[in-house]
Every structure is written in C-alpha cells, then in structure tokens.
C-alpha cells in the first residue's frame, strides 16, 4: 500500500505561483512513477505532469507545458508540482498519484494505483 497526502494549494492571484508537495508513505518511494491530476468542477480528471522513478523522464500537458515543473526527491519520499503563471483556469482540485507500472511505454499513457485526497487551488483574475 502507498498513501499519499497533498499540500501546498490555496487561493491566489493570476499570475502567482505554488508549489505543490505530496508526501508518500508506506512503499520505497523510488519504486514508482508519479503524475500530478487536477480536476476542476463539472471537468474530467487531466493528467499535467508525470515523472518516472529516478526523475529522469518527464511528461506535461500542453495546457501547462512551460509554468509547471514536476519533480521528486526520493530522499525525502516527497513530490512537488511548481506552478508558474498560475492563471483563473487553473482553478481545480489538485491530486498526485503514483503507479507501480512500467513506464517503458511512455508516461502520458501511464495508469496510476494509488491517489492521494486532493489539495484545492483558487486563481482569482
């Protein structure tokens, strides 16, 4: 089992930046990928942003490809989402998720096991 808690979210202006953190617990943290989800009201759930277990491949959505980063430190069994340039349509509940699969075939495809509860992120214009 691997349980995953989010932080980092709030209400911000257009143009601020975040960084999102999610903490893992429970398995080797380096043994898995992760992604960072958001979800925003009456949207389906988007993948923004994936990163392989050593951190050495990436993946981002257009829709965020330039002000996100995603990372990991696998020393501290954490991952993070920054978030540059954050704009009003990036208000959304927002969920990181790690999977034991392989990443051999890509990230952007990558299906996920465990989900954290979600951190919430308000940009006002």
């Known amino acids: 089992q691997v349980q995953l808690v989010e932080s980092g979210g709030g209400l911000v202006q257009a143009g601020a930046s975040l960084r999102l953190s999610c903490v893992a617990s429970?398995?080797?943290?380096?043994?898995?990928?992760m992604g960072w989800f958001r979800q925003a009201p009456g949207k389906e759930r988007e993948l923004l942003a994936a990163?392989?277990?050593?951190?050495?491949?990436?993946y981002y959505a257009d829709s965020v490809k330039g002000r996100f980063t995603i990372s990991r430190d696998n020393a501290k069994n954490t991952g993070y989402l920054q978030m540059n340039g954050l704009k009003p349509e990036d208000t959304a509940d927002y969920y990181c998720?790690?999977?034991?699969?392989?990443?051999?075939?890509?990230?952007?495809?990558?299906?996920?096991?465990?989900w954290g509860q979600g951190t919430q992120v308000t940009v006002s214009s």
């Open positions: 998720a790690a999977s034991l699969r392989t990443t051999d075939f890509g990230l952007r495809l990558l299906g996920y096991d465990y």
């Open positions: 429970g398995r080797t943290f380096s043994s898995y990928a």
């Open positions: 990163i392989t277990q050593s951190g050495a491949r990436t």
